[in-house]
């Protein structure tokens, strides 16, 4: 559900006339009216409290903090437009990446993309991958049970999916992909307690980032059609764990 929109307009509700005391009616059909002016200070609790529903629905990302992986240590860190923008519209142009991606062109994609996750109710959240202090890689960490993707496998409660790009062609082809989704899986388990699972959904023909998934213990759970694309549903279990 989106988030309460409370502005500090006048609301219009039945009541006596503001500074009579009194109902002023014509008849019996007509409406009395009271102007209300909501305080400035329910205004800003309220909107705390819709900051922190949106935080609340995945535990709060930017703070999970620093993880040491194979590769170095990673952080992952909420996207801000206006400082992200030009690194990730630059990514998204990489004919390697638009090709599965599809946000290649003015920048002005890029930014409507990550804008609609910064305003929307906190069920997805994109974020820089930084390595070693280095901004490499662009994630999305959604809940998957609240996303249009659950309509097209057997959601769980609290499932939490992921999306990965590697931004430089440099970084790409030496495994750091798997590496890292296995470190970001462990990531989510550990400060996701109500997570049993965590899910992707990479388009079947992306053979590499299948193949990534599978290097990080996720397993094959089944081919979906979405909208978009026909997808490979990968899963990683929180009972399996242990033994990867």
């Known amino acids: 559900m989106p988030p309460t929109d409370v502005s500090a307009g006048t609301a219009r509700v039945p009541g006596p006339t503001p500074g009579t005391g009194v109902s002023q009616s014509s008849g019996t059909d007509a409406e ?3 102007d209300l002016r909501l305080p400035e ?10 900051a922190a529903d949106r935080d609340d629905l995945l535990d709060r990302v930017g703070d999970w903090g620093r993880i040491r992986t194979p590769a170095g240590a990673f952080h992952l860190v909420p996207v801000r437009c206006e400082r992200d923008l030009p690194l990730i519209s630059g990514w998204m142009n990489d004919p390697a990446v638009a090709e599965f991606w599809e946000l290649d062109g003015p920048r002005t994609l ?6 609609a996750q910064l305003t929307g109710d906190g ?3 994109p974020c820089l991958g930084v390595l070693d202090g280095t901004p490499m890689s662009y994630w999305e960490i959604y809940r998957a049970d609240l996303d249009p993707l ?3 496998y057997p959601a769980r409660p609290h499932d939490t999916g992921i999306h990965l790009l590697i931004g430089d062609v440099a970084d790409r082809g030496r495994g750091l992909g798997g590496t890292l989704l296995r470190a970001v899986a462990d990531l989510v388990l550990d400060k996701r307690p109500a ?16 193949a990534a998934f599978l290097s990080a213990g996720f397993r094959f759970s089944a081919e979906v059609d979405l909208p978009a694309k026909r997808a490979a549903l990968m899963v990683r279990d929180r009972s399996v764990r242990e033994l990867l």
């Open 110 to 115: 890029t930014e409507d993309h990550l804008r």
């Open 123 to 125: 069920r997805s959240v």
């Open 195 to 210: 997570c049993a699972r965590v899910v992707a959904e990479p388009d079947l023909r992306n053979t590499r980032s299948v």
């Open 41 to 50: 200070e329910f205004i800003a609790l309220r909107v705390e409290a819709d």
């Open 150 to 152: 659950a309509r097209h």
């Open 32 to 34: 009395d009216t009271l």
